[in-house]
């Protein structure tokens, strides 16, 4: 399990918005996930997108990392913001866009 | 998973609290919870206790989408 989070602390340095999702950002795979996409699109945020789909050590072991049992998840400098339902709820109260500003 | 099901066993895990389930498919579940359990909590720690209790059906994917509303009251 320890690689699953080197790897995971790999992606999370190297780049400061990284959303774990189903699909990637041109083609979300997933209801939720194509919301979080369209929500930092809508913010105009450069982001990383892991599409777990394609690494299923990555798919569990953000679950355990981070202790959130869903897809999607999203980091901003290394400190997990939530599902898309925070996201959404950040979202509208302006919250993301100053986490964003940052 | 049921919604009534989810409904009872959110009833158990927080008595004295507003708690609601709406669900037309019984895998996407739209859930609200208001509780005095989540004094002191972060909006994601509120979201995490409540996943806990619907940790096994998470894991199996019984449970596809949940949408949580949290509140500490």
């Known amino acids: ?23 990637n950002q041109s083609f979300p795979q997933c209801g939720f996930s194509a919301r979080a996409c369209s929500i930092l699109q809508d913010l105009g945020v450069k982001f990383k997108d892991v599409n777990v789909l394609e690494d299923e050590d990555i798919r569990n072991g953000i679950k355990v990392y981070g202790n959130w049992p869903t897809i999607p998840q999203l980091y901003i400098n290394k400190k997990l913001v939530g599902g898309s339902d925070i996201m959404m709820e950040m979202y509208q109260s302006g919250e993301l866009r100053d986490l964003m500003k940052a | 998973m ?12 927080y008595p004295g609290s507003v708690v609601n389930v709406i669900s037309d498919d019984n ?17 994601i720690e509120q979201h995490q206790h409540v996943m806990k209790v619907f940790d096994t059906e998470l894991k199996t994917g019984e449970v596809h989408a949940l949408s949580l509303k949290t509140k500490s009251i």
């Open chain 1, 1 to 23: 399990m320890s690689n699953v989070n080197e790897k995971i602390d790999a992606l999370l340095n190297e780049n400061s918005v990284v959303l774990f999702m189903k699909g």
């Open chain 2, 2 to 13: 049921t919604a009534n099901e989810m409904l009872e066993r959110l009833k158990n895990s």
């Open chain 2, 27 to 43: 895998v996407h579940f739209d859930v609200v919870v208001e509780s005095k359990a989540f004094n002191g909590l972060s909006r």
